[in-house]
């Protein structure tokens, strides 16, 4: 029969420790259920990336494909676990949105039934914190959309995004919450799948390793590593995928970067109460040169500096006009965060390339199949 071709069998399981899966079937009985064609695309020999993407729907059966997609599932199975355990309520925000929450460089314009051009979300925060005044502290699993020009082995255009809001959380609660979820994932994805993880090039120990406290630094200590190696950085700049390989390169288990200046922050964030120059920001970096996994920090709850904040980055305040009203009513110190899926898999499974991390990746040149 062609490969791939699908057969039902009747026989005797006997256990032999020879067989891949610990069992073989003495074949009674043979039924053939679907007789394939015979030019099924991929084979032993060695394809490239680009075949492999081109004819995705009939990788997914690849056992690869099939270990990692069987351990995403039970990490957002865990997610969950995590979260209502833990007294979080699940919250959807919409996709269609009218304003940026990370910058406009990055969003999606879609045209609109009205003939209005609306955005892709890129995250659920703004909405979420509306949100918090009425549930308590809530979490999302929902598709973030980011129209990354960088062809890097870390960007997708359409991401999961796991993200929390958390009412009466300042910035040390918040890095408490994501250094636990963390951790709590990485224990049992490894003692779940000691097996497969092996079979990815995973050693389960790396992800026991993974404990609270995570270490810490600041942005301005993350400078001078930089600068210490080698890296033209100055104070002041974004860090890139780049730099960030080089810093994760130093750690063993993820690390939390504060205090990002506020050039290079979204306008959203706390200012730092003894330092205005600096946001209440908070970066959570996984290590073996893979970098952020989570951007977060405590969010602005004073009107007077939000509008300020607002008019600052050139944003205009009439799109703002009802997340400013959540700081004119009842406004409580607050922090979120949120966690690419994809990127968190990428780490924890040891793959070369984002685009394993989901089934059906979306770059900047493929939307196909
Ligand atoms: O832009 S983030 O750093 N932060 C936010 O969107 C906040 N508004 C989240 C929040 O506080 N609720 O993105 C968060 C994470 C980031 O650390 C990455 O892990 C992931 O989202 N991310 C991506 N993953 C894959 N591809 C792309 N392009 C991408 N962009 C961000």
């Not at 865990?78 to 969003?107: C, H, N």
Request: proline content about 5%; hydrophobic content about 35%.
């Amino acid at each position: 029969m062609p490969v791939e071709s699908v057969l039902e069998l009747k026989g005797i399981a006997k256990e032999d420790k020879r067989a891949p899966y610990g069992y073989e079937i003495s074949v009674e009985e043979i039924k053939i259920l679907h007789k394939s064609h015979e030019d099924f695309p991929i084979s032993k020999k060695y394809h490239g990336p680009d075949f492999l993407l081109q004819n995705r729907h009939l990788y997914l059966r690849s056992r690869k494909m099939q270990l990692i997609l069987t351990i995403r599932s039970r990490v957002i199975q865990l997610i969950r676990e995590w979260f209502t355990s833990r007294g979080y309520k699940e919250f959807q925000s919409p996709i269609f949105t009218s304003s940026a929450v990370e910058g406009g460089a990055t969003l999606f314009p879609v045209k609109y039934v009205d003939g209005s051009t609306v955005y892709l979300t890129q995250s659920w925060q703004l909405y979420a914190e509306a949100a918090i005044a009425s549930l308590g502290k809530i979490f999302t699993i929902a598709p973030s959309f980011r129209a990354e020009k960088s062809r890097t082995r870390r960007h997708l255009t359409e991401y999961w995004h796991v993200e929390a809001e958390i009412p009466f959380c300042d910035i040390e609660g918040l890095m408490k919450e994501e250094e636990e979820l963390i951790s709590f994932l990485c224990q049992n994805v490894a003692k779940e799948f000691e097996k497969e993880l092996k079979e990815l090039g995973r050693d389960p120990k790396d992800l026991l390793k993974v404990k609270p406290p995570f270490p810490r630094i600041t942005y301005k200590e993350a400078i001078e590593i930089l600068q210490k190696s080698g890296v033209k950085v100055k104070y002041g700049d974004d860090l890139g995928a780049d730099e960030e390989k080089i810093l994760a390169s130093k750690f063993d288990i993820p690390f939390f970067v504060m205090f990002y200046p506020k050039g290079i922050k979204a306008f959203y964030h706390k200012l730092h109460p003894e330092d205005k120059s600096v946001t209440l920001s908070v970066d959570l970096l996984a290590p073996e040169g893979i970098g952020e996994i989570i951007g977060s920090g405590q969010r602005c709850d004073s009107y007077e500096e939000l509008i300020e904040r607002i008019k600052e980055e050139n944003l205009d305040p009439k799109s703002y006009e009802w997340y400013l009203d959540l700081r004119k009513y009842g406004s409580v110190v607050h922090s979120g965060f949120g966690l690419g899926l994809e990127r968190f898999l990428m780490w924890i499974l040891k793959l070369d390339h984002i685009r394993d991390a989901i089934a059906f990746p979306r770059l900047i040149n493929r939307v196909y199949p």
